[in-house]
């Protein structure tokens, strides 16, 4: 069974675009997560979210928010995207400490 | 900046070698943890490490934590040609939210 799973898992699309990645997680977690991965593997932290209790990075542009429409779901929306978008954004959940990552959806933007 | 930094940022060795990992970081934390990446993949859980600990060991993996350093290592014993994989610190630090940080870490190839 999936544990932490984002869809999809390839994105590509042109400058200026609005596009968003679901993210579900069937752990029974309170906390979920968004993170950015870019070409040369750093891993950023963009948002927490637990509870309707929202943390954000505040290096994150507010062209990206996340929407958690249940407890088992936190889904990213990108607005006008830009070139410097492209890397691979995973989701992760948490109870009590370590996360549990998704597979990953590589943003390509054209 | 990085909170984590690893050393190396890469490593090759030969099967049945230990390898060792080390990551530093800068501010006061709850605890350290280890994911492991395999190529085009998702981040894997290895083994956390309280703020109050000093060493932990999860089957072929120990991992040490110096807090009057700031300092981490992993070490994998009789490494396998499977370990073959990105190691990355990540450090949950104290007002963050549950939030981790992570160094930039270790690309690790052990060759059979």
């Known amino acids: 069974d999936t544990a932490v799973s984002q869809t999809p898992k390839y994105l590509v699309t042109q400058m200026g675009n609005d596009k968003s990645i679901k993210c579900e997680q069937n752990?029974?977690?309170?906390?979920m997560y968004w993170y950015k991965q870019d070409s040369k593997k750093f891993l950023k932290i963009m948002f927490s979210y637990n509870n309707k209790e929202l943390i954000i990075n505040e290096t994150v542009p507010n062209r990206f928010s996340p929407k958690s429409p249940d407890k088992a779901h936190l889904n990213l929306h990108i607005n006008s995207l830009e070139l410097g978008d492209s890397a691979v954004y995973f989701c992760?959940?948490?109870?009590?400490?370590?996360?549990?990552f998704g597979p990953g959806t590589r943003l390509t933007v054209t | 900046s990085q909170q984590g930094e690893e050393d190396p940022q890469a490593l090759s060795i030969q099967e049945g070698e230990n390898a060792t990992m080390n990551c530093s970081y800068k501010t006061s934390i709850n605890n350290l943890q280890w994911y492991r990446q395999n190529s085009g993949r998702g981040l894997v859980h290895l083994i956390l490490i309280r703020s109050n600990e000093r060493e932990k060991h999860s089957g072929r993996l120990r991992v040490t934590l110096d807090t009057s350093k700031k300092s981490s290592s992993l070490l994998i014993t009789a490494s396998r040609a499977a370990d073959t994989a990105s190691y990355f610190c990540a450090t949950d630090e104290h007002n963050a939210g549950n939030m981790l940080t992570f160094g930039g870490g270790t690309r690790l190839m052990v060759k059979p």
């Open positions: 992760a959940s948490s109870l009590l400490g370590e996360q549990y």
């Open positions: 752990l029974g977690h309170d906390t």
